[in-house]
C-alpha cells in the first residue's frame, strides 16, 4: 500500500499526524499487519541489543580493568615525580 492509496502525498521524511480518533475496525488489515510487523521487529532489535551486551560484557569488563590499572599507575608515577 502506497502513501497515495490513503489520499495524500507525503515525503518519506514527514511523519504524520492524526487529527482525528481512528478506531481500530476502520484500520485496514494490510495496515494493521504493517504496524505488527514493526512492533515485532523493533522487539527483535532490542533483544538483539541485550544478547549483544551480554556477550561482550567480558570485554568491556577487562577493557575497564585495564583503563583503572593504567590510570592509577600514571597518577602514580605523576605523584611520585613531584615528590622528588
Known amino acids: 500500500m502506497s502513501p497515495e492509496d490513503f ?3 507525503m ?3 514527514v ?3 492524526l487529527s482525528t480518533l481512528v478506531l ?5 488489515p494490510e495496515l494493521r499487519q504493517a504496524l505488527d510487523d514493526r512492533a515485532r521487529e523493533k522487539t527483535a532489535f532490542a533483544a538483539l541489543s541485550g544478547e549483544l ?3 561482550l ?3 568491556m569488563d577487562r577493557l575497564v ?7 592509577v599507575q600514571q597518577i602514580w608515577q605523576k605523584r ?5
Not at 611520585?80 to 622528588?84: Q, W
Open 11 to 13: 515525503p518519506d521524511t
Open 80 to 84: 611520585t615525580r613531584l615528590d622528588d
Open 7 to 9: 489520499g495524500s502525498v
Open 53 to 55: 551486551i551480554q556477550a
Open 15 to 17: 511523519i504524520p499526524v
Open 57 to 59: 560484557r567480558p570485554e
Open 24 to 28: 481500530e475496525a476502520d484500520i485496514p
Open 65 to 71: 580493568n585495564e583503563l583503572v590499572r593504567s590510570t
